[in-house]
């Protein structure tokens, strides 16, 4: 039961960071230069306070540091700039998606050769997305904004490469996002960095709690799970955010968005409980 409710904690807290993202960027008081800046520096300090606690130190001159660092950039760039004008929901469907499929692609490339039901299950993934990104089939979708959250993904993905065989996952976290924010610093340092109170505390809360206490918490529980069973509960993720983005920031579902997210979940779900 405990095991239950910390994972059902950790999805939403994933799903969080795209609803705390939208609304703070959406409500015009911080720019997503300024929001990714905050929610890294948040992140690296309450990381790097528990990997403290613990007693570990920081690995910050490993080999795997800086291809890391730099798709965390990627990321955090990715995802903060497409919620200008993507729906929270809209975006982690994308992003959960394209990360997925980035993940797939790359075992396929690398590793043994993908079974029937693998390749069948990220052909439907990867028609769900064409499906929300295809022009015409979503009014409201802004290809720009569309083609960030794509850039996101795959920075995730390969954030996720890099990261898979960590000895100490939370301290390794701790390391990239200390190391993103000088990138993202010198990267920004030109742009608007214009922050309001809601919107830095908004981003305090996405970079402390639904990323740092997150992440932390998801290495807590990923070691008692079977690896189909914590890539299937990562489902959740986009739905959870379409149906709190509805609920709470008044964000449409349509019958595209449904549709898509049936395929993507639904594809990848089969891809990834298929025997290897």
């Given at each position: 039961?405990?095991?239950i409710?910390?994972?059902?904690?950790?999805?939403?807290?994933?799903?969080?960071?795209?609803?705390?993202?939208?609304?703070?960027?959406?409500?015009g008081?911080?720019?997503?230069?300024?929001?990714?800046?905050?929610?890294?520096?948040?992140?690296?300090?309450?990381?790097?306070?528990?990997?403290?606690?613990?007693?570990?130190?920081?690995?910050?001159?490993?080999?795997?540091?800086?291809?890391?660092?730099?798709?965390?950039?990627?990321?955090?760039?990715?995802f903060?700039?497409?919620?200008?004008?993507?729906?929270?929901?809209?975006?982690?469907?994308?992003?959960?998606?394209?990360?997925?499929?980035?993940?797939?692609?790359?075992?396929?490339?690398?590793?043994?050769?993908?079974?029937?039901?693998?390749?069948?299950?990220?052909?439907?993934?990867?028609?769900?997305?064409?499906?929300?990104?295809?022009?015409?089939?979503?009014?409201?979708?802004?290809?720009?904004?569309?083609?960030?959250?794509?850039?996101?993904?795959?920075?995730?993905?390969?954030?996720?490469?890099?990261?898979?065989?960590?000895?100490?996952?939370?301290?390794?976290?701790?390391?990239?996002?200390?190391?993103?924010f000088?990138?993202?610093?010198?990267?920004?340092?030109?742009?608007?960095?214009?922050?309001?109170?809601?919107?830095?505390?908004?981003?305090?809360?996405?970079?402390?709690?639904?990323?740092?206490?997150?992440?932390?918490?998801?290495?807590?529980?990923?070691?008692?799970?079977?690896?189909?069973?914590?890539?299937?509960?990562?489902?959740?993720?986009?739905?959870?955010a379409?149906l709190?983005?509805?609920?709470?920031?008044?964000?449409?579902?349509?019958?595209?968005?449904?549709?898509?997210?049936?395929?993507?979940?639904?594809?990848?779900?089969?891809?990834?409980?298929?025997?290897?």
């Open positions: 039961m405990r095991l409710l910390m994972t059902a904690l950790t999805m939403l807290a994933f799903a969080a960071n795209s609803l705390l993202t939208r609304a703070a960027i959406d409500a008081g911080i720019t997503p230069q300024a929001f990714a800046l905050i929610r890294v520096l948040a992140g690296a300090a309450t990381l790097a306070g528990l990997v403290a606690l613990r007693g570990g130190a920081l690995p910050l001159m490993r080999r795997a540091r800086l291809p890391g660092a730099i798709s965390l950039t990627v990321y955090m760039i990715g903060s700039l497409a919620y200008l004008t993507l729906d929270a929901g809209l975006g982690a469907l994308i992003l959960f998606g394209v990360t997925q499929i980035t993940m797939f692609g790359y075992g396929a490339v690398t590793g043994a050769a993908p079974t029937v039901r693998q390749l069948t299950g990220a052909a439907v993934a990867f028609a769900g997305l064409v499906l929300v990104l295809w022009p015409g089939a979503q009014a409201t979708t802004d290809p720009l904004g569309a083609a960030l959250m794509v850039l996101a993904g795959v920075g995730w993905g390969a954030y996720s490469l890099v990261g898979r065989g960590a000895a100490e996952p939370l301290a390794a976290t701790a390391a990239n996002f200390i190391l993103c000088p990138m993202l610093l010198l990267l920004f340092v030109a742009f608007d960095l214009r922050a309001d109170a809601a919107g830095t505390l908004l981003a305090v809360v996405c970079g402390a709690v639904t990323s740092g206490l997150g992440y932390a918490l998801w290495y807590s529980v990923l070691p008692r799970m079977q690896g189909a069973t914590a890539a299937v509960v990562q489902l959740s993720v986009p739905v959870l379409i709190a983005g509805a609920l709470l920031l008044g964000e449409a579902i349509t019958p595209v968005i449904a549709l898509s997210a049936a395929l993507v979940v639904g594809g990848i779900g089969w891809a990834v409980t298929a025997r290897r």
